[in-house]
Every structure is written in C-alpha cells, then in structure tokens.
C-alpha cells in the first residue's frame, strides 16, 4: 500500500515533467505553458511538503510505511477494541 502510494506520487509528478514537456515543444509554446508549469509545480510542491509535515520526518518509503502501520492501521485497530492509544502514548 505504501509503495503503491509512493509510487503514484512519483507518476504524478513526472507526469508534470511530461505535460510540460510535450505542451511546450509539441502541441503550444513556453508562452501559454509556462503559468501552467508554475501552478502545477507549485501545487506539487505543497503537497509533498504536506505530507513531509505530517509525518514530521523527511519523506522516504520506510517513514511512510511506519506512519501508516503506527498512525492510520494502529489506530483503527484500536478503536475497534476500545483501547485508547492517546493514554497509552501518555504512560
């Protein structure tokens, strides 16, 4: 699962690379896609930032992978049990 979303990331951007590249040298000029090209990187960017601040940590596959099975799984786990993984974190 955390390869798979590291893995669309990566597409996601590298399709960036591509729609730059194609739309300024095949189908329109650098004229009509540089805006493009800056909204498009700019948001690219504020999402991986987001997510590097979410994990506190730089982002890598093996932090993901750790924010997934302590963060997210853990923790619906735990709801189903009814153990609060707050007050444990807290002893």
């Known amino acids: 699962m955390a390869k798979r979303r590291m893995y669309l990331d990566m597409i996601l951007l590298a399709s960036n690379v591509g729609f730059v590249g194609v739309g300024t ?11 493009w090209a ?3 990187s700019s948001f690219a960017s504020i999402y991986l930032f ?7 940590k730089p982002f890598s596959l093996s ?17 189903r049990v009814g153990l609060d993984l707050k007050e444990l974190k807290d002893k």
Do not use: H, T
């Not at 329109?28 to 896609?33: E, H, L, M, P, V």
């Open 50 to 56: 987001r997510k590097s601040v979410k994990f506190r």
């Open 63 to 79: 932090n993901y992978k750790n924010y997934l099975i302590y963060e997210v799984y853990l923790g619906k786990a735990a709801g």
């Open 25 to 35: 040298y095949v189908v329109y000029s650098w004229d009509i896609i540089e805006p």
């Open 38 to 40: 800056y909204f498009i």
